[in-house]
Structure formats: structure tokens, C-alpha cells
């Protein structure tokens, strides 16, 4: 990971604070870590470099296990959850959803699962386009959207097969998903492309991509997307995938998600 900028413009920013932040960021993508690797990944200088480690230590924020190998520390964690509980989903995604919404003119939702449900909890609608929406409280069967097997796709096996315990594989339309291999096929390719894709899957005439969003803990807890006519969707579906992607790992973002660290 960089080291955060020096910010010399800035007269008000404390250089040691600045450092001991580049420090713990560091450490949550490559630790654990001893001494000396630290002061391979970082420009502190290595008296400078143990101080921090000290003082970070003494106040929790970090520890040291038995191989001398510093890592991040409780304290962070007391601290990231007391802003986790404080954090309301469609709170924090919605001035990125209405930005989406603004830049490419489509419907913007977001959803998570309840059950076997994939609820809608927050609509952005942009004012040219009012035929195409949808309403919060929405509430199809998750493996027959798009907004529903972007989360399934990435749920831990033993979840995902609580959420679909009893489902009824309806055939909404002739592109519907009617059968549990079916759909184990679909989630499968929803995993490897990192977003959802339906077309007339369920309403006919509209579409609908999406991709999922991670909290801090790197638990998938909900989807985004947009919902056009099939057309729209049939035609932009490399541009528009990439750009909701990117919309979800904002959001992701937002909550604490860091994939770098996720994978070590």
C-alpha cells in the first residue's frame, strides 16, 4: 500500500499522526509483519519506525506475537464497530446511488436478502426515465433477479442454501431460471464475472445488472444495480457492468472493505 501524501500544503496536518496512520494502513493489507519488513515497506526510518510500533502497541492498537511479528489490534476493532453500529446501509450507499443515477441517466437500486427475498431498500430514479423504476419494499424471489444471485453468488455455501431452502423454481418467462442446476450454473458465472446479468428474466421488456457489496468483514451483505428496458441492457451490458462493479466497490469501500487485506 502507498504511504498516505505528506500534505506539506496543508498547515494544519500533523506529520507523526499522518505516519502513524501510513503505519496501521499498512499493516491492515500486509500484516502480520516484523520490524524489518516494516522498514523494507515503509520510509520512516527504523527509530522512528519502532516508536510508533511502542506507542501503538501501549495503547492497543496494535500487538506482537511470539515471532516479534506486529499485527493490528483490538482496539481497532472496538473502534470499527462502534462505527459499523452507528452505519445505516442505504445511508451510506445513497449519495453514490444518486450519483450513478445522475451520470447514466438508469434506474439505481439497492437490495439485500431476507429469507428467500431479495428486498429493495433504496430506488434513485432520474427524472427523464419514470416508466422504469421501482419502489422500496420490493421483494422478488432473490434467484430470479439480477440484485438477488449477485449476493447469493457470493454467500458461503451453507447460507446460500438456507436462503433457497424451499424454493419454488416459477417460470416468470421463457428466460426464467427454473431449476435448481440451472440456477447452481448461473451463480457459478455470476462469481467468475463479479456481476449479475438478467434479461426478461423475470419481467418482461427489462433487464437488470448488478454486483455485490462487502462490509468490513468481507461478508457480502447486499447488491446494487441498475434496471432498464432489455434493449438498453442487451447493448450496454460491457459498459454498464464495469461501471456498476465499480459502483458496488465504492460502496464496499464506504463500509470498510478492503479486498487487498480480505486476501491475505
Known amino acids: 500500500m502507498a504511504e498516505r501524501t505528506s500534505g506539506s500544503d496543508d498547515k494544519y496536518l500533523l506529520g507523526s499522526v499522518n505516519n502513524t496512520l501510513s503505519l496501521l494502513d499498512t499493516l491492515a493489507v500486509k500484516g502480520p509483519m516484523t520490524l524489518a519488513e516494516l522498514d523494507r515497506s515503509t520510509s520512516f526510518g527504523k527509530t522512528s519506525l519502532f516508536r510508533m510500533l511502542h506507542t501503538l502497541e501501549v495503547n492497543d492498537f496494535i500487538c506482537k506475537d511470539s515471532e516479534a511479528r506486529y499485527s493490528l489490534g483490538l482496539k481497532l476493532l472496538y473502534l470499527g464497530s462502534s462505527v459499523i453500529a452507528r452505519q445505516d446501509l442505504a445511508d451510506t450507499a445513497r449519495p453514490r446511488l444518486r450519483e450513478f443515477c445522475t451520470e447514466q441517466g438508469l434506474s439505481t437500486h439497492l437490495a439485500r436478502l431476507s429469507g428467500s427475498r431479495a428486498v429493495t431498500i433504496d430506488v434513485e430514479t432520474p427524472l427523464r426515465d419514470l416508466q422504469i423504476t421501482g419502489r422500496v419494499g420490493m421483494s422478488p424471489r432473490a434467484h430470479s433477479t439480477a440484485m438477488g444471485r449477485a449476493i447469493l453468488a457470493n454467500l458461503p455455501d451453507s447460507e446460500r442454501e438456507e436462503h433457497l431452502r424451499g424454493v419454488d423454481y416459477v417460470s416468470y418467462t421463457n428466460s426464467s431460471v427454473t431449476s435448481e442446476a440451472e440456477l447452481a450454473a448461473l451463480l457459478e458465472q455470476v462469481k467468475r464475472d463479479g456481476y449479475a446479468l438478467d434479461v426478461n428474466d423475470r419481467y418482461p421488456g427489462f433487464g437488470s445488472i ?51 487485506a480480505q486476501q491475505m
Not at 213 to 233: E, H, K, M, N, P
Not at 245 to 251: F, G, H, N
Open 210 to 260: 448488478a454486483a455485490p457489496i462487502f462490509d468490513y468483514r468481507g461478508t457480502c451483505v447486499a447488491a446494487c444495480g441498475i434496471v432498464a428496458l432489455s434493449q438498453t441492457i442487451a447493448e450496454r451490458t460491457d459498459e454498464l457492468s464495469q461501471a456498476v462493479i465499480a459502483l458496488a466497490a465504492d460502496i464496499s469501500g464506504d463500509l470498510g472493505y478492503h479486498p487487498d
